[in-house]
């Protein structure tokens, strides 16, 4: 495996594991269950909390616009996953999942 995509999964493996950290956190502290709009209430608290989501909704958005045309300019399949994933599990797990499965099929095409 080279060098990118072990970054790319390692990435992945922190981008599953530390936002759901956090949202187990949440979770206990909503008493056991995750509302949604709690969760939106809570991170609209103050100025930095909106600063982080706005920069993270807009940096998503840019993200899974590029997930889908790079998937198609590649041929991968199934990019509706990633988009899925992304809003299910986190954005911080289904982007670096995608790059890491980008990068393997870059590196196929090159070696054929």
Known sequence: MSV????YLLLTLAGLSIPW????????????AF???EFIEASASN????SLSADLAIACLAGLLWIFFESRRLGLRFFWVYILL???VAY????????FIRQGKLEKMQQQ
Do not use: D, V
């Open 86 to 88: 992304a809003f299910s």
């Open 35 to 37: 509302s949604l709009a």
């Open 47 to 50: 100025a930095a909390s909106k």
């Open 21 to 32: 950290y956090y949202n187990l956190q949440f979770m206990e502290q909503s008493g056991g």
């Open 92 to 99: 911080a797990f289904a982007f670096p999942l995608f790059l």
């Open 4 to 7: 990118p995509r072990i970054f």
